[in-house]
């Protein structure tokens, strides 16, 4: 935990839930489409707050604005348009949207997989399968939520490459120039490829976490920005969204529990 | 006026073995799946299934009627991965050609259009373009662009579900959404649609709004009248998911005993009318 500006405790995961938000800032009239229980309470409190003009889904087929609580099937919501699964792919091929995805496995470029682990023909474990990552991360922005930071999900190489990083995009020539991979946040810290051969680098730590247990809990040569910041804390306002509005039952705390 | 209604049976008895077959729906949403059981209790093989997966590829699997899936993803939604899908995977029983869920799309609208392939720059730079069956094509115009050839997917035969249907073969859906149900009737050369209740042509059009009139008879062939036909996977509005039935389903797959099990008693059960009584539908 760290102090918030209340006075009171702010949680690691609310840390997450912040750093999340900041993936969509700036992000304009688009569609954000965070995956995730700390994703959608992070994009709502964007929407919420800093980045008002976000479209978002209801996780089917309609648009929808809110604020409203995350993990209530029937909550009350302003239906804004239709967009059935195959509007979906009009969205994504346009280019108007940000998703942020998981990752079983991901690598320095941002090569990320969650298809499946192991051999091809016979995996040692069958996972999501390749979902939308290939058109996803070739047409626009993504981000990676990890709630697990560890070496077994930060591999020096993945298995199979479902969503693309940057070097397989640079090796594209233009076909590759929609690709974005905007940030990496974890349940230590926050990631980003600002970097000359865009290799992935540690921008933010989460409060009590040291750049040395995110390099060890990292499969793969992490850059590291000159100046590791902490993630910031929720200002008063965003921290009753996230309590009050958006997470009152504290979903927020099963996905990274308290250290 | 021809009265295109038939039995499962009637379109199990089209299957061959090694045909390809097309099942709509959306994960554990609106399955065919009192046909999938219709065809998960013969004993055809060989299939190639292709599928925006759910418990429809999970059952076949179990049943071992596949040799091949085509898929992007394979999930009962409140159970993020399909357990009998997974165990034939991991035992390496399956084949299949990975796809992303858009380029699923664009290759049953390349199949019903005609064409053998759409062109799209998703699968670029990934992992799917490992698979021999996935191939680039370059732009003839000025940009000279190198794009994914997303290959059609023509198939043999379709299988959907919609909730209302005349004896014609029109159908209704009344959920948000028509997932690809259309797309996958116009990619295949015998089209059967089961429906929760067949009505009179003119209670479609006062049935919902006349977007919701997604299947015309110029999409099927045939059409089976099944109350209950996407049990367990959900009908909205007419009924929701089973989720305690679908967990039950899961746990079927955690070993050849708890499978005998389910098998014996929901699918070895009988037809439609049996697998009501025995779940109560």
């Not at chain 1, 995996?123 to 939308?132: D, E, I, N, V």
């Not at chain 2, 039995?7 to 949403?29: F, H, K, N, Q």
């Not at chain 2, 590829?57 to 993020?80: E, M």
Request: proline letters at 6%; charged letters at 25%.
């Amino acid at each position: 935990m760290s102090a918030s500006g209340t006075g009171g405790l702010v949680t690691r995961a609310e840390h997450c839930v912040v750093a999340v938000a900041e993936c969509f800032r700036g992000d304009g009239e688009i569609m954000a489409n965070p995956i995730g229980t700390i994703p959608m309470i992070g994009g709502r409190l964007a929407r919420a707050s800093f980045s008002p003009d976000l479209v978002m889904t209801d996780g089917e087929a309609l648009l929808v604005s809110g604020p409203y609580p995350v993990g209530v099937r029937n909550a009350p919501k302003t239906v804004e348009a239709w967009n059935p699964y195959r509007s979906m792919f009009d969205v994504v091929w346009s280019g108007r949207r940000h998703v942020m995805m998981g990752a079983s496995q991901i690598d320095a470029h941002g090569n990320q997989n969650f298809a499946f682990v192991g051999e091809w023909a016979r995996p040692k474990a069958q996972l999501l399968g390749f979902r939308g990552a290939p058109g996803n991360t070739i047409q626009n922005v993504t981000s990676y939520w990890i709630p697990n930071h560890s070496s077994r999900v930060f591999v020096e190489e993945v298995d199979v490459v479902s969503g693309v990083g940057y070097d397989r995009a640079a090796a594209l020539g233009t076909a590759g120039r929609f690709h974005e991979i905007r940030r990496v946040v974890t349940n230590l810290g926050v990631l980003d490829f600002e970097t000359p051969d865009r290799r992935m680098r540690l921008r933010e730590v989460q409060p009590g976490v040291t750049v040395d247990e995110v390099v060890a809990a990292t499969g793969f040569e992490l850059a590291i920005a000159a100046e590791v910041t902490e993630t910031r804390a929720p200002t008063p306002d965003e921290l009753a969204l996230i309590r009050e509005v958006i997470d009152p039952a504290a979903l927020r705390e099963q996905e990274v529990p308290d250290p | 006026m021809s009265d295109k209604r038939v039995t499962e049976a009637d379109v199990v008895a089209e299957l061959r073995d090694g045909m390809t077959i097309g099942i709509g729906g959306w994960g554990s949403r609106r399955k065919p799946m009192s046909l999938v059981r219709a065809v998960a209790r013969s004993d055809v093989k060989d299939l190639t299934v292709v599928s925006y997966g759910g418990p429809d590829v999970g059952l076949l699997c179990a049943t071992g009627n596949v040799r091949k899936v085509v898929y992007s993803f394979c999930s009962l939604d409140s159970i993020a991965l399909e357990p009998h899908f997974r165990n034939a995977r991991q035992a390496g029983a399956i084949s299949t050609l990975e796809l992303d869920e858009g380029m699923f799309l664009l290759g049953l609208q390349a199949a019903a259009w005609r064409v053998p392939f759409l062109p799209t720059r998703v699968g670029l730079g990934s992992d799917l373009m490992r698979q021999e069956e996935i191939r680039t094509v370059r732009s003839p115009y000025d940009d000279a662009e190198e794009l994914v050839a997303a290959p059609a997917l023509p198939l043999d035969l379709a299988l959907v579900h919609m909730h209302r249907g005349d004896a014609r073969g029109n159908g209704q859906y009344l959920n948000v959404d028509p997932y690809f149900d259309d797309l996958f009737c116009m990619a295949a050369k015998r089209r059967f649609m089961s429906v929760e209740r067949v009505v009179e042509t003119d209670a479609l059009a006062g049935g919902g709004p006349i977007q919701s009139m997604r299947i015309s008879r110029l999409m099927t062939d045939g059409v089976v009248e099944a109350p209950g036909g996407a049990h367990f996977t959900e009908c909205v509005p007419d009924y929701g998911r089973d989720e305690a039935f679908q967990r039950e389903y899961t746990t079927s797959a955690k070993s050849p005993e708890a499978w005998a099990t389910w098998r014996e008693k929901y699918l070895d059960c009988g037809d439609h009318a049996e697998y009501r009584k025995v779940v109560g539908l």
